[in-house]
């Protein structure tokens, strides 16, 4: 899925709400998605990575520790990959297991591919809720 389409799906944030799609929420840094909890505080931060460069999703998992930090929030960080054959959700989630334990900014991080990301929001499954943990790898 290209950030275009990521960009347009009807996220289910429950009752949260949507803060930013794809702009600056800090100097040098756009996530694709940010999502707020009903008290205005940082709840979740969602990247769209179309990539099989491992480095980019390091990148991602310090990028938002870091504005978590930033915000005085603990956030949960999703990263929704196109898998490859070299890059599956399960090899990344191992991947960024020893990054994440060292982010306790982040109260979760979660992987997920593109196809069960979308058929998550087809189901209007909410964030972090027991359907859409299913569907996806848990860090750490």
Do not use: W
Request: hydrophobic share 40%; net charge negative.
């Amino acid at each position: 899925m290209d950030n275009s389409e990521f960009m347009s799906l009807h996220h289910a944030v429950g009752e949260c709400r949507i803060a930013s799609r794809g702009t600056e929420v800090a100097p040098g840094y756009k996530p694709d998605l940010t999502v707020v909890d009903p008290g205005g505080q940082l709840a979740f931060i969602v990247e769209c990575e179309q990539t099989t460069n491992r480095k980019v999703f390091v990148g991602d998992l310090t990028k938002a520790a870091n504005h978590a930090d930033g915000c005085g929030a603990r956030p949960v960080l999703v990263i929704v990959l196109k898998e490859q054959p070299n890059t599956t959700v399960s090899q990344i989630a191992k991947h960024l297991a020893p990054f994440a334990r060292r982010e306790s900014s982040l109260v979760d991080v979660f992987v997920i591919s593109d196809q069960a990301y979308r058929r998550s929001v087809e189901c209007h499954e909410v964030l972090k809720s027991p359907e859409f943990r299913d569907r996806s790898f848990v860090v750490g």
